[in-house]
């Protein structure tokens, strides 16, 4: 099935896109990301050519803030491409405070809202994308497709999301709306075990996520990503524990600073 009848179907109740996995080729997407990138942002300037996860997108807006003027997308799931179209969309199409509400406000339920939105977005999506999510608010309303598993139920505060975000402070947002269309962008839909022995590009940035918890062969991974030389990856560590730092010596851990001792970062350099 293509992705906008797979996507109607998990809306409508008559696909399921619950696995035994929690990632696989039909995996919700998630509004925001838990990541405190605003944490992390240092990490990502000067980078000419970037690999990075997709997921909320999120992760992708803040790299374009930064800079980086090459990026290639990748993820597991095939919706996530489509969110972050969607949202680059409306950075250039809407204000501040209507992007803010449009995918964050949980309490917001008027749809005729969101339809109205959504118009002002459209024009600015590629055919492909366009034609997805008319496909489906032309048939649900917001709040349907949002509610459903189509999306992960994840929640954020509102605090959360604009702290972790660079991109959504005020004079940040007017920048990155002038830096999204300067921006050249590949996409692929697939697991990055697989993916990284097909990508012929070199990167002097990856950002890997918090893809450490669900793949087996971290190391092995690691040593086979197509950096440049002194390129460096990023892995997103929810703890920074001793035994990482034993396993992993080729790396440096950095934890975040004193509000948040267990969380932060794991470096790893191409020599």
């Not at 034609?131 to 994840?154: A, G, H, P, R, V």
């Not at 971290?218 to 035994?243: C, F, M, R, W």
Request: aromatic fraction near 14%; proline fraction near 2%.
């Amino acid at each position: 099935m293509d992705d906008i009848t797979i996507a109607q179907q998990i809306i409508g109740n008559h696909y399921s896109n619950l696995k035994n996995t929690i990632y696989h080729n039909t995996s919700f997407i998630y509004t925001t990301s838990n990541e405190k990138m605003n944490l992390y942002q240092p990490y990502l300037q000067n980078k000419e050519k970037s690999l990075s996860i997709i997921s909320s997108g999120d992760q992708i807006l803040n790299l374009i803030l930064s800079g980086c003027k090459q990026i290639t997308g990748y993820d597991i799931s095939r919706f996530t491409k489509y969110f972050l179209e969607l949202k680059k969309a409306a950075i250039i199409s809407l204000s501040r405070e209507d992007f803010i509400h449009f995918f964050f406000d949980i309490t917001h339920t008027n749809d005729d809202w969101y339809d109205e939105i959504y118009d002002q977005i459209r024009v600015n999506l590629e055919k492909e994308d366009r034609e997805f999510w008319d496909s489906l608010i032309n048939f649900y309303d917001w709040s349907e497709i949002n509610q459903s598993t189509l999306f992960s139920s994840q929640t954020m505060s509102f605090t959360s999301i604009l702290q972790n975000n660079d991109y959504l402070k005020e004079e940040n947002y007017s920048k990155l709306k002038n830096m999204i269309s300067k921006v050249n962008y590949e996409y692929y839909i697939e697991d990055i075990q697989i993916l990284v022995s097909k990508l012929k590009n070199q990167y002097d940035f990856i950002n890997l996520s918090s893809i450490m918890y669900y793949v087996s062969h971290y190391k092995d991974l690691l040593s086979k990503l197509p950096l440049k030389e002194n390129g460096i990856a990023l892995t997103y560590l929810y703890q920074v524990k001793e035994e990482l730092m034993q396993a992993y010596p080729e790396c440096q851990m950095i934890p975040f600073d004193k509000s948040y001792p267990k969380e932060g970062i794991m470096i790893y350099i191409k020599h």
